[in-house]
T-cell receptor, first 111, second 115 residues
Framework: DAKTTQPNSMESNEEEPVHLPCNHS???????IHWYRQLPSQGPEYVIH???SNVNNRMASLAIAEDRKSSTLILHRATLRDAAVYYC????????????FGKGTRLSVIA | DTGVSQDPRHKITKRGQNVTFRCDPI?????LYWYRQTLGQGPEFLTY????????KSRLLSDRFSAERPKGSFSTLEIQRTEQGDSAMYLC?????????????FGPGTRLTVL
């Protein structure tokens, strides 16, 4: 399975943008890039996913490098409620493999 | 609330006892997954179902663990002869099963403590 690499932790000030990086140099052509986050004492929550093009939704934006070997999750204005562990995960195009979570990036938001 | 529910939310048991957890997925979801999460780690896959068929089991799923999904609806995860190492958060997720773009919706988890 293709692996992802994320920083262990990041810190942001409230109401500022946050860019969470993810490296996936061994990504295959059919792998989707998914982001989930896990707030304290809760199950993981879907954030966004993409294949080749940049994606936007109400929660965040996903910027995918042209060679697809890295991606960045962008939170446009961090709030205290965005403090969580963010996981970058690759999913096979066939969808026949379960999600493989790493340790993710722990985002702290400072008021 | 994602629509996936798990019961109980917390379970404390003594070593050697059997425990059973229940997961109710989103009703139209074909796939149901079980994960285990220990402190400071990301969730680890245990097993998943496509409707009532159990399609994959992780090597983490020892013979003391069994999972069922009768009639492709709710699922149960049973741990026999619990050990202290089984203490963890057990997470259930469900999805429609739409290939690589498939999105999983997680329940709140069942926290198991084995004394």
């Amino acid at each position: 399975d293709a692996k992802t690499t994320q920083p262990n932790s990041m810190e942001s000030n409230e109401e500022e943008p946050v860019h969470l990086p993810c490296n996936h140099s061994t990504i295959s052509g059919t792998d989707y890039i998914h982001w989930y986050r896990q707030l304290p004492s809760q199950g993981p929550e879907y954030v966004i996913h993409g294949l080749t093009s940049n994606v936007n939704n109400r929660m965040a934006s996903l910027a995918i490098a042209e060679d697809r070997k890295s991606s960045t999750l962008i939170l446009h204005r961090a709030t205290l409620r965005d403090a969580a562990v963010y996981y970058c995960i690759l999913s096979r195009g066939s969808g026949n493999t379960p999600l493989v979570f790493g340790k993710g990036t722990r985002l702290s938001v400072i008021a | 609330d994602t629509g996936v529910s798990q019961d109980p939310r917390h379970k404390i048991t003594k070593r050697g006892q059997n425990v059973t957890f229940r997961c109710d997925p989103i009703s139209e979801h074909n796939r149901l997954y079980w994960y285990r999460q220990t402190l400071g780690q990301g969730p680890e896959f245990l097993t998943y179902f496509q409707n009532e068929a159990q399609l994959e089991k992780s090597r983490l799923l020892s013979d003391r663990f069994s999972a069922e999904r009768p009639k492709g609806s709710f699922s149960t995860l049973e741990i026999q002869r619990t050990e202290q190492g089984d203490s963890a958060m057990y997470l259930c997720a469900s999805s429609l099963g739409y290939g690589g773009a498939d999105t999983q919706y997680f329940g709140p988890g069942t926290r198991l403590t084995v004394l």
